[in-house]
């Protein structure tokens, strides 16, 4: 924060967030010409903090309704929670209209998080335990770091990802092998 008490952030950190793929699902054209615009604004105004208000301006334009989610202030732990699962659950929502595997892979990836955050809440809500930023951050990287995502397939359809021992019956038309001495 500056001395008027205004949020600021480091203008990396705002374009990395930005950049993440996650973020830039959508290929239509004026989501990008924003984000261009934005990284355009930085680089030429030679700006190295921009307010949550200057960057919510420019995210309105990528996409309405990430405005006011990416870049707020968090006070304690459950503030922090509550913006996590807004984030998720925005994400979740943008990234609905994609029909792939890897939107398969996502949707599932959002809601290992949802249900880690949701886990997190309700044991700092039942022990009544303040938990500081920093110890947030630490236990959240530790839990997600050992959640596990199903990886499955349509066992008719497309690329298949099965062991050595699971290929003596089958008949396939092309086989490729990784790392097999």
């Not at 996650?22 to 239509?28: A, N, P, T, V, Y």
């Not at 105004?45 to 202030?73: D, R």
């Not at 459950?78 to 996590?84: D, G, K, V, W």
């Not at 809601?111 to 309700?122: A, D, G, K, Y």
Request: charged share 20%; hydrophobic share 40%; with cysteine.
């Amino acid at each position: 924060t500056n001395g008027n008490g205004e949020l600021k952030f480091y203008h990396k950190d705002v374009i990395t967030i930005l950049s993440h793929p996650l973020i830039q699902w959508s290929e239509k054209q004026n989501d990008i010409s924003a984000y261009r615009q934005l990284t355009r604004h930085i680089y030429t105004e030679n700006i190295l903090f921009m307010s949550s208000s200057e960057i919510n301006v420019f995210i309105k334009a990528m996409h309405p309704s990430y405005e006011n989610i990416f870049f707020t202030e968090w006070n304690n732990s459950h503030e922090a929670l509550i913006s996590l699962l807004e984030i998720v659950t925005c994400l979740r929502e943008t990234s609905a209209n994609q029909e792939s595997i890897q939107h398969d892979l996502e949707l599932e990836s959002f809601f290992r998080f949802f249900s880690v955050i949701r886990l997190l809440q309700s044991l700092l809500r039942t022990h009544e335990t303040p938990l500081e930023l920093k110890s947030l951050r630490i236990l959240l990287t530790e839990i997600l770091t050992s959640t596990r995502i199903p990886f499955s397939g349509e066992p008719l359809k497309g690329l298949q990802v099965i062991g050595m021992l699971e290929t003596r019956t089958i008949d396939f038309e092309n086989v490729i092998m990784l790392s097999v001495n």
